[in-house]
């Protein structure tokens, strides 16, 4: 079975640009799989950042942004703040109805 | 503004069974298509089920199919998920999400509730 893949965890300095990808197992992620992105603290609701691959949600700063990287989904956030130490997890559309989460990156900002 | 706020949830037995509620404002419900994602202690996001605007399309991950029951009311802004023959391992904290992009665009969340908490243990 498919699986969606992303980096367990990453560091980013204050200020500084961090990429995250989500890939596949097996396989490409391209536009048809409409990835979205997903920011959680602990104990809090996830919060919609990207969705439709580069798609702002409503409120989220234009530090963050979506694309595709080679074979990959990105998402990449400009300018690290110490609130942007969360958990980010993205959602690919797989077909058939059924949307897959990855296994989230725990993003640490020091 | 859009507020999606869930209830139901609780503690139960193995094999019992529960029913989840998500009560929606702040937009055209019957315009978008909405889902239920879980999320066990510790553990990551997992998305369970999906349901068209109208409610005539309902789509479920594969563990959880022929248990669980998504549907909705459209003239009372409600979704539910009817959940039977629990296990220990459906132990998590229910989101309510809505769809972004119509009532038959099941892919992309834009809006969560703050979930509900189940409890499958004896």
């Known amino acids: 079975q498919t699986v969606v893949t992303q980096e367990p965890s990453f560091s980013v300095s204050p200020g500084g640009t961090v990429t995250l990808t989500c890939g596949l197992s097996s396989g490409s992620v391209s536009t048809t799989y409409y990835p979205s992105w997903y920011q959680q603290t602990p104990g809090q609701a996830p919060r919609t950042l990207i969705y439709n691959t580069n798609t702002r949600s409503s409120g989220v700063p234009d530090r963050f942004s979506g694309s595709i990287l080679g074979n990959k989904a990105a998402l990449t956030i400009t300018g690290a703040q110490a609130d942007d130490e969360s958990d980010y997890y993205c959602v690919l559309y797989m077909g058939s109805g059924i949307s897959m989460f990855g296994g989230g990156t725990k993003l640490t900002v020091l | 503004e859009v507020q999606l706020v869930e209830s139901g949830g609780g503690l139960v037995q193995p094999g019992g069974s529960l029913r989840l509620s998500c009560a929606a404002s702040?937009?055209?419900?019957?315009?978008?298509?909405m889902s239920w994602v879980r999320q066990a202690p510790g553990k990551g996001l997992e998305w369970v089920s999906g349901?068209?605007?109208?409610?005539?399309?309902?789509y479920y991950a594969d563990s959880m199919k022929g248990r669980f029951t998504i549907s909705r009311d459209n003239s009372r802004n409600m979704v539910y998920l009817q959940m039977n023959s629990l296990r220990t391992e459906d132990t998590a904290v229910y989101y309510c999400?809505?769809?972004?992009?119509?009532?038959?665009?099941?892919?992309?969340?834009?809006?969560w509730g703050q979930g509900t908490l189940v409890t499958v243990s004896s």
């Open positions: 349901i068209f605007g109208g409610g005539g399309s309902t």
């Open positions: 702040g937009f055209t419900f019957n315009n978008f298509a």
């Open positions: 999400a809505k769809f972004c992009c119509g009532a038959a665009a099941i892919r992309g969340l834009d809006y």
